[in-house]
């Protein structure tokens, strides 16, 4: 793009931003927002760029998709100030209880939770699956006192009955809420049974633009024969755990928009023929613009359904629908996404291949063969609209590349136009065998979305034959570069256990500058203190460097895969160009006015303590002193043989300790809970400041084991505060 093209664009983007946001909070226009914001595992799997061609600032200002993702990462969402009844004078007793989650306090290495409600045990919203959070405003946090308060979904996986919830609903959600103790309320909790036929919600629910609906699939026992899709209307305040409600049942379509909450209508996955099919791996897909749906089963089939949640809900079942979506062998299908732009649903399935399907024509193309462990492709596919490129997440590629002559785990990128028996471009992730553990999707970093030519990194959970590693794949102008960079291993290193779909939190608003994490967890065995070698959920910084921006101290980025701190006592601001970095730990980078501390390599690995009287022999030793800070050491020599050093608490400052120096490099920039079996996919909430009232900026996920929360020992329904963040 040439400088005056450039300008265009910049102008057009600002134009559209400007006049959307101020149409959101004047309340001038009906488009998007009127019905508040809507996250689900969907907003993981479609993502977008900043546009900057004139076509693609035209579609996003009519897509609801486009301005939920840039609400997402910059509108700030204040909790509503009411009187704090019952709130924070019981602050001791949460912690207590959350203190069996291991999270006590806000202290190094560990999230904080407000709350984690009991499920019952074995319930699970399942490796790779997502709750579902909605909020009725984008600019306000709302409890339970508001007419519409906000409220998070979960699936439990769980057979339903009048006692167990197969789908439950929690509101009043935020510890700064009146009456939140011991956690949010019940908002609805429904048994979805059809005429006593056994269900099961074993994948992620969607919500309508409107969030009146929810839409899931559900099977008729574990792994099931049949299953149904299934809309409801739910009702505030209805049910609980242990004492459920069953929504009326309506049997005829067009019966449905009228009905009253709670409802549900019911729709068989069937083949062309009748026959009944099942699903539990494929969630469904919904677009807000068309009213269009889309979900795949256990027998390969392409489902399509219009309309949806505004009209009579239908599944097309004239030819070709639905759509054997693999033309080259049946196989039950992941997740689906649709790209408006090629008018293409993508999907990838256990035979181990990713297709694509016209939504006009049903016509397909199947990839070359691109997974073969035991499972195949389980996660979703990730869609770039603007860049036009879609990214498979493979868990076993059959080569003989990494190490011992062993196949790799890979991702894969292809054009949303790819041709029949087309490979893409792959870059391997780490070592894999034949029955590997599942390769999850991952997630791009803010540099990537603000780019506006698709160039940053793409953070996945990798190594799916050998311990789980977070690994760093730079993309350059739309094009994945083959080599990535392997960061940190998550778990022991000799720990076969399986890792999650990655999330990237970005948070403008932090108050001591801003900051970017991505989240991940690990079945079992994690490296931090914090998770007792149990599953673990982790969150790494992971925040760009940017010129002419003030960065406070003790502020973190991530240049590599290298923590860089900013020092001293005062705000800087750095430099017009990247400076040529140190890539010593402890070392230090001039940048403008900011001089940089290099805390070393991202890691989960826990650091040691100050020890007195110990030969420190090697220069660059870490460890964590006693007031929550890393010191490294930058000469080598015997410490203090006595009372551990008064250390400084200003990063790049240094302390003599006998015959050794060390700098300080700042707190640390990993932070971990335990989760056991660790964790489902991650949904965020908020980017505010930690000014802002308790509990409004948050992520949720649900625990794949059981443990202790409130209400007993089972699967947990979590929200935990992002990591520094209050």
């Not at 510890?175 to 949010?184: H, I, L």
């Amino acid at each position: 793009m040439n400088g005056n093209a450039a300008r265009v664009a910049r102008v057009l983007t600002g134009i559209l931003m400007l006049t959307a946001l101020g149409r959101v909070l004047t309340g001038q226009t009906a488009k998007p927002y009127e019905h508040g914001m809507p996250t689900d595992w969907t907003h993981h799997a479609v993502i977008y760029t900043r546009p900057v061609t004139a076509q693609q600032v035209a579609n996003a200002a009519n897509d609801p998709r486009y301005w939920q993702q840039w609400i997402r990462q910059n509108m700030v969402r204040h909790l509503a100030i009411e009187p704090q009844i019952g709130a924070e004078p019981r602050l001791a007793e949460r912690e207590d209880r959350l203190a069996t989650r291991g999270f006590r306090g806000i202290v190094p290495e560990q999230l904080r939770g407000d709350w984690a409600m009991d499920m019952n045990a074995g319930a699970t919203v399942g490796a790779g699956n997502f709750p579902a959070k909605y909020s009725f405003s984008v600019t306000t946090a709302n409890c339970a006192s508001a007419a519409q308060p906000d409220f998070v979904v979960f699936n439990t996986s769980l057979a339903a009955s009048g006692t167990q919830p197969s789908i439950i609903a929690y509101d009043n959600l935020y510890s700064g809420c009146s009456g939140f103790t011991t956690g949010p309320n019940t908002y609805w909790a429904y048994d979805t049974r059809v005429a006593g036929v056994a269900a099961r919600v074993k994948t992620s629910p969607v919500l309508s633009l409107d969030g009146s609906q929810i839409a899931f699939v559900q099977t008729n026992g574990n792994p099931g024969t049949a299953a149904k899709l299934v809309l409801l209307k739910w009702a505030a305040n209805n049910g609980a755990m242990g004492a459920t409600v069953a929504p009326t049942n309506v049997t005829v379509a067009a019966n449905y928009p009228m009905c009253t909450a709670p409802c549900m209508f019911a729709i068989n996955l069937t083949n062309g023929g009748g026959t009944a099919t099942n699903d539990i791996t494929s969630s469904i897909y919904y677009d807000y613009t068309s009213d269009t749906a889309w979900v795949g089963d256990a027998a390969g089939l392409l489902h399509k359904f219009t309309p949806f949640f505004k009209g009579t809900p239908t599944e097309i079942r004239t030819a070709p629908w639905p759509v054997q979506a693999n033309s080259v062998a049946a196989s039950a299908l992941t997740s689906p996404v649709y790209d408006f732009v090629s008018g293409n649903i993508f999907v990838g399935d256990a035979g181990g291949y990713l297709s694509r399907v016209n939504n006009t024509t049903g016509a397909n193309a199947t990839s070359a063969h691109l997974d073969f462990g035991t499972n195949g492709i389980v996660s979703y596919p990730t869609l770039d609209v603007y860049s036009n490129k879609i990214y498979a997440f493979v868990s076993n590629d059959n080569s003989t590349a990494c190490t011992g002559a062993a196949p790799c785990a890979g991702v894969f990128q292809f054009t949303t136009t790819f041709t029949a028996g087309s490979s893409g471009t792959e870059t391997q992730v780490g070592t894999s065998k034949a029955a590997p553990n599942p390769l999850y999707a991952g997630a791009f970093d803010l540099q990537y979305y603000t780019s506006g030519n698709s160039t940053g990194n793409l953070y996945v959970c990798g190594n799916t034959g050998a311990a789980p590693t977070l690994y760093q794949i730079p993309v350059t102008a739309g094009v994945m570069q083959t080599t990535s960079n392997s960061m940190s291993i998550l778990t022991s290193a000799t720990s076969t256990a399986g890792c999650s779909t990655v999330t990237d939190v970005q948070n403008p608003n932090l108050t001591g500058g801003a900051e970017e994490r991505i989240f991940v967890s690990a079945k079992n065995n994690g490296r931090p203190t914090a998770c007792a070698t149990r599953g673990c959920l982790i969150s790494f910084i992971d925040s760009p460097w940017q010129k002419s921006t003030a960065y406070a101290p003790n502020q973190k980025i991530l240049v590599g895969t290298q923590i860089q701190v900013a020092s001293g006592t005062t705000t800087q601001t750095s430099g017009t160009t990247a400076p040529a970095w140190s890539a010593t730990a402890g070392g230090t980078t001039a940048d403008g006015g900011v001089t940089w501390v290099n805390q070393g390599a991202i890691s989960a690995v826990p650091y040691a303590a100050w020890q007195a009287n110990h030969n420190y022999t090697v220069v660059g030793t870490t460890i964590l002193g006693s007031n929550g800070y890393l010191e490294i050491s930058l000469t080598a020599g015997r410490s203090t043989n006595g009372a551990e050093p008064a250390w400084t608490t200003v990063p790049g400052s240094q302390t003599v300790d006998r015959a050794v120096t060390w700098i300080n490099a700042g707190t640390l920039s990993t932070a971990a809970a335990q989760a056991i079996g660790g964790t489902s996919g991650i949904i965020i909430d908020n980017v505010v400041s930690s000014g802002t009232q308790a509990g409004a900026s948050q992520v949720y996920f649900g625990t794949l084991g059981n443990e202790p929360c409130t209400g007993g020992t089972g699967g947990c329904a979590v929200q935990a505060s992002q990591s520094s963040l209050q």
